[in-house]
């Protein structure tokens, strides 16, 4: 099957800190990615999404940055908080159909 | 409303034996799309479901196939299971294109003995 990475690094992040959380893409042609958030149990949940023709979106606490010339995503998370706590998936559409990153899993320590 | 209802949610089968799961997309959503997550190969696609046609396959052997109704639920069915097909398997719906935003269930924990 297709998927991007094996590895799953971690970030740990002190509460109240700033997290930024990055991905690799690999389809050069892909147009529009998500981040996804998956907590113990349960299944992703979506976060926050961006198209190809733009290179920063925001929501609530959240940033999504996109640079196509390295094929770099990030997602940045404002005061993090223990509830932020999960493992954090980049995808991209890729050939009509999401492609996951294998995800960073986020540990807020308190 | 009512998010994806996935069933059942564990289950666990001998080597050999078939299995099917069940997923139920939020009312409206016509596109469903499986994923399988594994510690090892993270999430991937298996296939995608629109008006009862498949229309998109992922990179499994045919032992994984699928299913969608009128009513736009889905099946997966695995057969012949194998030691290494114990995973998570995801469902999630869309309204019509899995390329927007895409809504996961609670996955079914399948343990293959």
Redesign the interface.
């Known amino acids: ?6 590895h ?1 690094p971690t970030l740990s992040v002190q509460e109240g800190d700033n997290s930024i959380i990055n991905c690799a893409y690999s389809n050069s042609a892909s147009d ?1 990615f ?1 981040w ?1 958030k998956q907590e113990s ?6 976060i926050i ?1 961006i198209r190809s023709n733009m290179d920063k979106r925001q929501g609530q606490r959240v940033t999504v940055l996109l640079n196509k010339t390295v094929k770099h995503l990030s997602l940045q998370i404002a005061a993090t908080q223990p509830g932020d706590s999960a493992v954090y ?1 980049c ?1 991209e ?1 890729g ?9 960073t899993i986020l540990r807020v320590k308190s | 409303k009512a998010g ?1 209802t996935q069933t059942p949610r564990y289950l666990i089968k001998t080597r050999g034996q078939q299995v099917t799961l069940s997923c139920s997309p939020i009312s409206g959503h016509r596109s469903v ?1 499986w ?2 997550q594994t ?8 296939f ?1 479901y629109f008006s009862e046609t498949q ?2 396959k ?3 052997p045919g032992r994984f196939s699928g299913r969608q109704f009128s009513n736009s639920r889905s099946e997966m069915n695995v057969s012949t299971l194998e030691l290494g097909d114990s995973a998570l398997y ?1 469902c ?1 719906s869309s309204l019509a294109n ?10 079914t924990r399948l343990t293959v003995v």
């Open positions: 099957g297709e998927s991007v990475g094996l799953l529009y998500i996804y149990g349960k299944g992703p949940q979506f999404d998936f995808a559409i050939g009509n159909k999401l492609v996951f990153g294998a995800g | 994806v799309s994923y399988q510690p090892g190969q993270g999430l991937q696609f298996l995608e229309r998109n992922g990179n499994f995801l999630a899995p390329n927007t935003e895409a809504f996961f269930g609670q996955g």
